[in-house]
């Protein structure tokens, strides 16, 4: 058996974990940048006590609160400079997967004084100064991944940083997830999802992140009367969030595939939320895999007696009107026809057609 697994971050949860991990985070220097979106975090308390907690650790601060979905490499240009203009020592990303992806790329320009965000995206191997990351969504697993994705307005499209830049320190309180609205909890969690099963149809899967991913399909399966009523118990928040961790760690080793590569420009040219641009295509995607073996699966570990019950459930969870047209889809076909990266972890052979059909079925002759 050939095994290759690294996971460096380090991963601490439960209620009220920015108090008492204090000491832990007074050990990363004596300045810290705090990156974060516009609204949430101050509504949700996680700002607050991160504020607290560096107060009375005597540990100086700024805030840099204007991160957008997505972020662009221009919002991470305009923080980095602030950030070398500070002198900081380590970068605390609160939020969404938005503001730590842009803080993992905001460390690497700060610690790289050079570059400027049409330089960011090289081949070089660069680092980053520490991050640590307050994952408030349950959803893109970036708490424990090394990924950065961002959105190049240039090229039109998202990209990963492609450095490997996992956050030293992860801190989850599912307390700040207590609150997020229906649509953000459902487009999330659906991500977490898409994360699990991609990692699952991999080339990439191992020993390791299929024992991960069994247990984190089980995990998930236990929140879906929730995600259908729209009710939520502290229970229910907190298994999304370790399956959502869960899914990070797994995509860490494996990588996404078809539905990710195939979202991204449902998200940067029809505006669909990350979640619900990989999770609408997620029906003709399964439909389409040809070794039923693991795909069948994956309906009994989410606790369902049938795959027909599981379609239903992603069609209640994932439907989507987008106002696409087939020439257009046709385009997103062909750019991710020539998608090496995400097409070598898929284990099948897909080409143009294949693609096509995933997102005609999915978006205009729904099936
Ligand atoms: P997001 O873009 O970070 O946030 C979506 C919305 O949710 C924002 O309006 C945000 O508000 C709000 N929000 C955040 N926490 C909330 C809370 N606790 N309660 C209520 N609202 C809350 O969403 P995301 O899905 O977490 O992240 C998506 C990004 O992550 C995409 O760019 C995607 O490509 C990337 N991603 C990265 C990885 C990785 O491994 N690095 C994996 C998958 C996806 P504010 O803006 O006011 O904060
Ligand atoms: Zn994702």
Not at 2 to 25: C, F, H, T, V
Not at 89 to 109: H, N, R
Not at 207 to 233: H, P, Q, R, T, V
Request: glycine fraction near 8%; charged fraction near 25%; charge should be negative.
């Amino acid at each position: 058996m050939e095994l290759n697994y690294y996971m460096p971050s380090k991963i601490l949860m439960g209620k009220e974990i920015i108090k008492k991990s204090a000491r832990n985070i007074s050990s990363f220097g004596k300045k810290a940048f705090i990156i974060t979106g516009k609204h949430s975090s101050k509504k949700n308390g996680s700002l607050q006590d991160i504020i607290e907690v560096l107060k009375e650790e005597n540990i100086q601060y700024c805030i840099f609160d204007d991160i957008e979905e997505n972020p662009s490499l221009e919002t991470v240009e305009k923080a980095a400079l602030i950030g070398r203009e500070e002198n900081i020592d380590f970068i605390i990303g609160v939020g969404g997967g938005s503001p730590i992806d842009a803080c993992k790329a905001i460390g690497v320009m700060i610690k790289n004084r050079n570059l400027t965000k049409d330089t960011l995206i090289t081949n070089e191997k660069l680092q980053s100064i520490s991050i640590i990351a307050v994952p408030t969504t349950a959803g893109t697993g970036t708490e424990a991944t090394q990924y950065s994705i961002l959105t190049d307005h240039k090229d039109k499209t998202k990209k990963n940083l492609g450095q490997n830049i996992f956050p030293d320190l992860s801190l989850l309180d599912p307390t700040y997830t207590m609150n997020m609205n229906l649509k953000v909890t459902r487009n999330t969690a659906i991500d977490a999802l898409s994360h699990i099963i991609e990692g699952y149809l991999n080339n990439n899967a191992s020993i390791i992140s299929d024992g991960l991913a069994e247990k984190a399909l089980n995990l998930w399966g236990e929140c879906i009367e929730s995600l259908i009523s729209g009710e939520f118990s502290y229970e229910d928040r907190e298994n999304l969030m370790v399956a959502s961790t869960m899914g990070g760690v797994i995509i860490a080793q494996t990588g996404t595939s078809l539905p990710h590569g195939m979202g991204y420009p449902l998200t940067y040219f029809k505006n669909i939320p990350h979640g619900l641009a990989n999770g609408c295509l997620y029906i003709q995607y399964l439909r389409s895999f040809k070794n039923r073996e693991k795909v069948e699966k994956i309906y009994k570990l989410l606790g369902l007696s049938s795959y027909e019950e599981f379609e239903n459930i992603l069609r209640k969870l994932t439907s989507v009107e987008i106002d696409v047209t087939k020439s257009e889809l046709q385009e997103y076909a062909m750019a991710m026809s020539s998608n090496k990266a995400k097409l070598q972890n898929h284990p099948e052979t897909v080409g143009f057609e294949e693609l096509y059909a995933i997102y005609e079925g999915s978006l205009i002759n729904k099936m």
